[in-house]
């Protein structure tokens, strides 16, 4: 049996707009309360949201905004980035979303490469000064939060222009890019359109089963689809509401909002969970009000997954797998998948799309059980990098296959587990050696919270293992001696870690994946191996 699925559903494609849909919700649930600014003390129902958005989507109009015109929005997470995604989805603005943590060359990169015509900007965040970043780089057309400049963008009116322009709108427009955080060189402007970002959303809350009555506690930064899609658009097309807790991650705020604001999800990125069960006041806080959430951004482990299902009282969380290329979620656990599956797999395909397994070499589709390259083709393909044809032509092929350069294995019943990246394949000696496994045998280790194993260089196998861990608080601190005997015997003898590196946290993008290309950089430096890194090889 081939390693190929198709996701059918009784529920069809949704066939129009953001800024349409948002109005539907809007009069059916206007009253209800649609978004929460924990840390502005700030909440809106439906209908308060909906006149915050038309405020600001005439403020755009007037500016001179056109449909398709780029509008930047570079700050955390706050009332003001819900109110501009909505906004510039009525009028066909596409919302180009800025990383946080950006600093001056990057943002000039993507003020230049995007066509920026207007920014909305925080003043400041953290140790970051937006203010002077943008006056460096020279560029002008800027509304910061919080001042006149943005203030004046909003204008009292009728909706007779907002109308005149959603009718000029199909829901295959592009209304969004999000910039890929690359591993080399300047990320790519992953272009999403109305219709790939709306489905996506309204299947995720459909999968975990949203409706007017929950309410989404979103940790995650909404810079990045986890945030915006999963998170703003999964909650709006199903009348749910959003609670934002803070304006960046802070495990104990996270934990607050859900007890004040009786939550029923939580999302959050592994490290967050991790973050969240280690508070020493984690038993304090009262999560009965959860029943679901979602974990995702990068490889979940089983060990900490299962402890969210047994101490937040996240019964029916669910693991989603996807690529800001594939709006993002394509594969996702269901409620009613055993503890296993919701723990170990990522899931099966998502309905309306289509996943395979290929050898990375052939493009043929391996069999059940085999790994290979994981690719997906359907409703939530990106259009493209945005004026990138070269890039998107190596992405998606001629089909229509989106390859994600993650390798993985689907078993009998369509359930897809991650197995690592093609290019974080180490091979040690001519053996091939999947870091995700060696990850998930040492999560089973008392002491360990966190764990990432990497390739480093090495001038007689090629390559060696080298495990960074953070340890439980009050454990003792572990030698690689110690981490090695505890592999000893269960692990084979090539996928035992050589040197273990003792760390406070990783490198990571903000919406916390694993920087493992930093790792390897830093630790050719800690270790010493640039006589081995120099090596050539073919």
Avoid at 207 to 231: A, K, Q, S, W
Avoid at 337 to 345: H, K, M, P, Q, V
Wanted: proline share 5%; aromatic share 8%.
């Amino acid at each position: 049996m081939l390693s190929y699925a198709s996701g059918t559903s009784t529920a069809p494609l949704i066939g129009e707009t953001i800024g349409a849909n948002f109005e539907r919700t809007v009069a059916r649930f206007g009253d209800r309360e649609a978004l929460v600014d924990v840390a502005a003390g700030r909440r809106w129902t439906y209908a308060e949201l909906d006149a915050d958005v038309n405020r600001l989507a005439r403020g755009l109009l007037a500016r001179g905004i056109a449909k398709g015109d780029r509008v930047g929005i570079w700050a955390p997470n706050c009332g003001e980035w819900v109110i501009t995604q909505y906004a510039t989805a009525k009028i066909g603005a596409i919302l180009v979303n800025v990383n946080p943590a950006y600093r001056t060359h990057e943002l000039e990169y993507v003020v230049q490469q995007s066509g920026l015509s207007l920014l909305i900007s925080a003043v400041s965040f953290k140790t970051s000064d937006y203010r002077g970043m943008i006056e460096s780089i020279g560029f002008t057309e800027v509304a910061y939060l919080g001042e006149p400049s943005y203030h004046d963008l909003s204008l009292e009116g009728d909706m007779s222009e907002i109308s005149r322009r959603a009718a000029t709108l199909a829901f295959d427009d592009p209304i969004n890019i999000q910039y890929t955080s690359g591993t080399t060189g300047f990320p790519k402007g992953a272009t999403l359109s109305h219709h790939n970002i709306l489905n996506n959303g309204y299947f995720v809350g459909e999968l975990i089963n949203y409706t007017e009555h929950d309410r989404v506690c979103l940790p995650v930064p909404l810079y990045h689809c986890f945030g915006m899609v999963m998170g703003n658009l999964g909650a709006t097309s199903h009348g749910s509401c959003v609670v934002l807790p803070a304006p960046g991650f802070d495990p104990a705020a996270a934990l607050a909002a859900v007890q004040a604001e009786r939550v029923t999800s939580l999302y959050g990125v592994p490290t967050m969970f991790i973050a969240e069960l280690g508070l020493p006041d984690f038993a304090d806080y009262d999560l009965s009000s959860l029943r679901t959430g979602i974990m995702a951004g990068s490889p979940c482990p089983v060990e900490v997954m299962k402890r969210v299902v047994a101490e937040m009282n996240m019964a029916e969380v669910a693991i989603c797998y996807g690529m800001t290329e594939t709006s993002p979620v394509s594969t996702m656990t269901r409620p009613d998948d055993n503890l296993a599956r919701r723990t170990e797999t990522v899931g099966r395909v998502m309905p309306h799309l289509e996943s395979k397994v290929v050898d990375p070499t052939t493009g043929l589709v391996v069999e059940r059980g085999e790994p290979g390259e994981l690719c997906t083709r359907g409703y939530s393909v990106m259009l493209g990098y945005w004026e990138q044809p070269e890039a998107t032509a190596e992405a998606i092929d001629a089909a229509r296959w989106m390859h994600t350069g993650d390798l993985a294995t689907m078993d009998a019943d369509g359930y897809l587990n991650i197995v690592g990246r093609i290019k974080d394949l180490v091979i040690r000696g001519g053996e091939n050696v999947y870091p995700r496994e060696v990850e998930e045998f040492l999560y089973g280790h008392p002491d360990i919270a966190d764990v990432q194993v990497i390739g480093v260089p090495d001038a007689k196998y090629g390559e060696e293992l080298m495990a960074w861990i953070v340890l439980r608080p009050g454990s003792a601190p572990l030698t690689a001696e110690a981490v090695r005997a505890y592999c000893d015997g269960k692990l084979t003898h090539y996928k035992i870690p050589r040197y273990v590196h003792i760390v406070d946290g990783f490198p990571m993008t903000v919406t916390g994946k694993v920087r493992k290309v930093e790792m390897r950089e830093e630790a050719i430096d800690i270790l010493a191996l640039h006589d081995a890194a120099a090596i050539r090889k073919a």
